[in-house]
């Protein structure tokens, strides 16, 4: 199949779940990384691929709390990593690489949203640093594990990719702050980085996929007080391509599904909504479905690679040919 961005009907749709999406399907072997594997969607992910067989290894900033939360569910490993610490992104892929094992699936699921102005690593803005350089740099220093095990990996977007391009003239924001465009931003960098890894990846079998999740009540939130989570509710409702509200279940479906599904052999760095892959958007679209033009452009992918190597010093997947 091709891998441009247009529906394939799964079957599944909003309110599928990660039961549905899993159903008959055997992870018994299979080894997944989900970065902030236990909160929220996160959380629901690791549960779900555990039930279906896989070992799951949860890198958590917080490791006592993502310890606590799965600490019921067998076969989940936690390990020390904050993906806005350089150093601490590289301790972790080189113990993780020490064990000899190799990785079938990376779900990049960790992220903030609409957080205050905050610098982080070398002076990085921190949700760009958190959504995508901490998750890129990741990705490259497992590679090795990544290509072994033929893996897919998964960058969990959102459609608030919509609210922004990259700003190629000032990514941290050091100009002037706006909490919304910079998750924008760093939304727009997951599904480009997705894409122009599965344009390097491909020939090694490594594939790569963005989605939008849905809209959840999690813990996403949490920087935004009470009349923000209004307006944002109010806004995805006045949207008239917005599925509407989705449970954890529902929310974490698409990733689980982008991560596993047959459905999705020989495709690759597309972008992926409601257990399916996603239309292009119509124009001037906000919070609504489908993906942006800036969003699925090769030629802005692979500006953000060369970024992204320069700002980490980490560029470790070959060229593609």
């Not at 009470?226 to 449970?247: F, Q, R, V």
């Amino acid at each position: 199949m091709t891998t441009q961005q247009h529906k394939i009907n799964t079957g599944f749709g909003a309110h599928s779940t990660t039961s549905d999406v899993l159903r008959g399907v055997d992870l018994s072997g299979k080894l997944a990384i989900v970065t902030g594997g236990y909160s929220g969607l996160g959380l629901e992910t690791t549960r779900a691929l555990v039930g279906a067989g896989a070992r799951v290894v949860v890198p958590a900033r917080r490791r006592t709390a993502a310890q606590e939360a799965v600490s019921g569910i067998d076969g989940v490993e936690v390990a020390e990593l904050d993906l806005t610490d350089p150093d601490s992104v590289r301790s972790f892929a080189e113990l993780f690489l020490a064990s000899g094992r190799d990785i079938d699936m990376v779900i990049n699921n960790a992220g903030i949203m609409a957080s205050p102005e905050r610098r982080v690593g070398p002076g990085w803005e921190a949700q760009f640093a958190t959504n995508h350089l901490g998750h890129y740099a990741l990705v490259n220093r497992l590679w090795p594990a990544i290509v072994r095990g033929g893996a897919r990996v998964v960058s969990v977007s959102s459609n608030g990719h919509q609210l922004s391009d990259i700003r190629w003239d000032d990514v941290h924001f050091e100009h002037g702050y706006d909490k919304w465009q910079a998750y924008g931003q760093a939304k727009t960098a997951n599904a480009l980085f997705a894409l122009h890894l599965d344009t390097l990846g491909r020939g090694a079998g490594v594939r790569a996929f963005s989605l939008h999740p849905g809209t959840i009540r999690t813990q996403l939130g949490r920087h935004m007080s009470e009349e923000e989570l209004a307006e944002l509710s109010t806004a995805i409702g006045d949207s008239p391509t917005n599925s509407g509200w989705k449970t954890p279940e529902q929310g974490a479906a698409t990733q689980v599904w982008a991560a596993t599904s047959a459905q999705l052999e020989g495709a690759g760095g597309v972008y992926c909504e409601d257990c399916d892959i996603a239309e292009p958007a119509a124009k001037d679209t906000v919070l609504g479905s489908g993906v942006s033009a800036w969003a699925a452009d090769p030629e802005r992918a692979a500006r953000l690679w060369e970024l992204s190597a320069e700002l980490t010093g980490v560029d470790a997947v070959p060229s593609a040919g």
